[in-house]
């Protein structure tokens, strides 16, 4: 039986899934003004949105058995993933390392036969995201949000275009990050426990995911090639100023912020270690700040804030979300992990299902292939969508993108990915 605890904690869980999906209207509410307009726009804050009902569990707890049980619950959790994220997102997005990345997008753009402003929307859509597993997920994530907010997302409406590139984009990166056994968060979670490294994973789901994201990107480019071309999306709006020149990157800093990029990623597993290169990072970032944008320190915070709440929530998910998963064969195992994964985090799923015991190879594989699959359905799916979100919000309308648009523009990317992964294998 679940403890009193366990079960508030699962009513807040469900609480809060039903407020991301209902952040549009908090938006719609704020954007009317008035007394509480300042409350409505903090709930319409998906950033927000976890981290305020987790909080609402720690008083809850509090309260129930008192405050040390509190305390000693949030000091079991593990906020690694949580603080890497935050500082990732930080390295990654600033000016030298987006300038490097934008000069490769380029430059891999003029190989391919194609018209520029179509090549480059398709090798962001391709490229960045497959490059997730070699710099990690959340910094794929955040490179592909600048480059494609900066480049087409600038200009107000056209947010049918806007929903289709962002559906292609999350599933891309949920999928692209696991060609390595270390860059997404859900092969990470279960790599050491069913024993599997690069190897094993470029050669059972490497092929998979590369062709599922190269068609993702091709219908989506091929669907708004017409508008690419008629320069109706990107640039700057007409009514704003064009931004000041500012001085050309060194390389020599490029190198530097990649060296920071790096050793980031080496030590994603060490929390000390990663916030000690952050304070670094931000020490020498600001003795060149003629090289700098102003550093997405707040947007990381707030990411942070929101898988640190998923952190807490899902903690106590563990008493019914297991027993799911165990009774489930590999078929319905596949099925029904993207389902769950678009209402819990494809990472927590994976390690509840890695707890489960007598599991054969085929089990394994379908429980990490589902897991990712639905990792681009919503905001909560998968650790590095919040970053995206929290970049790309400002260009939809009301200044928040509808979960439910959100979903129906994954759905078709979601629906390739899962039949790429379920083609025969060598599990049978």
């Given at each position: 039986?679940?403890?009193?605890?366990?079960?508030?904690?699962?009513?807040?869980?469900?609480?809060?899934?039903?407020?991301?999906?209902?952040?549009?209207?908090?938006a719609?509410?704020?954007?009317?003004?008035?007394?509480?307009?300042?409350?409505?726009?903090?709930?319409?804050?998906?950033?927000?949105?976890?981290?305020?009902?987790?909080?609402a569990l720690?008083?809850?707890?509090g309260?129930?058995?008192?405050?040390?049980?509190?305390?000693e619950?949030?000091?079991?959790?593990?906020?690694t993933?949580?603080?890497?994220?935050?500082v990732?997102?930080v390295v990654?997005?600033?000016?030298p390392?987006l300038?490097?990345?934008?000069?490769?997008?380029?430059?891999?753009a003029?190989?391919?036969?194609m018209?520029?402003?179509?090549?480059?929307?398709?090798v962001?859509?391709t490229?960045?995201?497959?490059?997730?597993?070699?710099?990690?997920?959340?910094?794929?994530?955040?490179?592909?949000?600048?480059?494609?907010?900066?480049?087409?997302?600038?200009r107000?409406?056209?947010?049918?275009?806007?929903?289709?590139?962002?559906?292609?984009?999350?599933?891309?990166i949920?999928i692209?990050?696991?060609?390595t056994?270390?860059?997404?968060?859900?092969?990470l979670?279960?790599?050491?426990?069913?024993?599997?490294?690069?190897a094993?994973?470029?050669?059972?789901?490497?092929?998979?995911?590369?062709?599922?994201?190269?068609?993702?990107a091709?219908?989506?480019?091929l669907?708004?090639?017409?508008?690419?071309?008629?320069?109706?999306?990107?640039?700057?709006p007409?009514?704003?100023?064009?931004?000041?020149?500012?001085?050309?990157?060194s390389?020599v800093v490029?190198?530097?912020h990649?060296?920071?990029?790096?050793?980031v990623?080496?030590?994603?597993?060490?929390?000390?270690?990663?916030?000690?290169?952050?304070?670094?990072?931000?020490?020498?970032a600001?003795?060149?700040?003629?090289h700098?944008?102003?550093?997405?320190?707040?947007?990381?915070?707030?990411?942070?804030?929101f898988?640190?709440?998923?952190?807490?929530?899902?903690?106590?998910?563990?008493?019914?979300?297991q027993?799911?998963?165990g009774?489930?064969?590999?078929?319905?195992?596949?099925?029904g992990a993207?389902?769950?994964?678009a209402?819990?985090?494809?990472?927590?799923?994976?390690?509840?299902?890695?707890?489960?015991?007598?599991?054969?190879?085929?089990?394994?594989?379908?429980?990490?292939?589902?897991?990712?699959?639905?990792?681009?359905?919503t905001?909560?799916?998968n650790?590095?969508?919040?970053?995206?979100?929290?970049?790309?919000?400002?260009?939809?309308?009301?200044?928040?993108i509808?979960?439910?648009?959100?979903l129906?523009?994954?759905?078709?990317?979601?629906?390739?990915?899962a039949f790429?992964?379920?083609?025969?294998?060598?599990?049978?």
């Amino acid at each position: 039986m679940p403890s009193h605890i366990e079960i508030v904690a699962t009513a807040l869980f469900a609480i809060a899934v039903i407020h991301t999906f209902s952040v549009p209207v908090f938006a719609r509410m704020a954007n009317r003004g008035g007394t509480h307009a300042g409350l409505w726009h903090l709930l319409s804050e998906v950033e927000a949105v976890f981290g305020v009902w987790a909080c609402a569990l720690f008083v809850w707890i509090g309260l129930a058995d008192g405050l040390g049980s509190a305390v000693e619950y949030l000091d079991t959790r593990n906020f690694t993933e949580p603080a890497f994220v935050f500082v990732i997102m930080v390295v990654a997005a600033s000016r030298p390392i987006l300038e490097l990345v934008n000069q490769c997008v380029h430059g891999l753009a003029r190989l391919i036969p194609m018209r520029k402003e179509v090549s480059v929307f398709f090798v962001i859509l391709t490229l960045v995201p497959l490059a997730g597993s070699l710099v990690t997920e959340p910094a794929a994530m955040t490179l592909a949000a600048l480059l494609i907010r900066d480049a087409y997302f600038r200009r107000p409406g056209q947010d049918g275009f806007k929903y289709l590139t962002l559906g292609v984009l999350f599933v891309n990166i949920s999928i692209g990050g696991v060609l390595t056994a270390y860059a997404a968060p859900p092969v990470l979670m279960v790599a050491n426990t069913f024993g599997w490294d690069t190897a094993f994973m470029a050669t059972h789901f490497g092929w998979r995911v590369i062709i599922a994201v190269l068609i993702n990107a091709s219908i989506l480019t091929l669907i708004c090639r017409p508008h690419l071309l008629d320069g109706s999306l990107g640039g700057r709006p007409d009514h704003l100023e064009p931004e000041p020149e500012r001085p050309r990157v060194s390389y020599v800093v490029m190198a530097v912020h990649v060296l920071f990029l790096f050793c980031v990623v080496m030590a994603s597993h060490h929390i000390t270690i990663f916030l000690a290169l952050l304070v670094l990072f931000i020490g020498y970032a600001h003795a060149y700040k003629r090289h700098q944008s102003p550093l997405l320190i707040r947007e990381g915070l707030m990411v942070g804030f929101f898988l640190a709440g998923l952190v807490v929530l899902g903690g106590l998910q563990q008493w019914w979300l297991q027993d799911l998963l165990g009774g489930m064969s590999p078929t319905m195992l596949f099925v029904g992990a993207t389902a769950l994964t678009a209402v819990t985090d494809n990472a927590a799923l994976t390690y509840l299902g890695s707890l489960v015991e007598g599991t054969n190879e085929l089990w394994r594989y379908m429980l990490v292939a589902g897991a990712v699959t639905g990792g681009g359905l919503t905001v909560i799916a998968n650790a590095p969508n919040p970053a995206g979100f929290a970049i790309l919000k400002g260009c939809f309308g009301d200044g928040s993108i509808s979960p439910l648009r959100l979903l129906g523009a994954a759905s078709v990317p979601t629906a390739i990915a899962a039949f790429m992964f379920l083609l025969p294998n060598a599990f049978g």
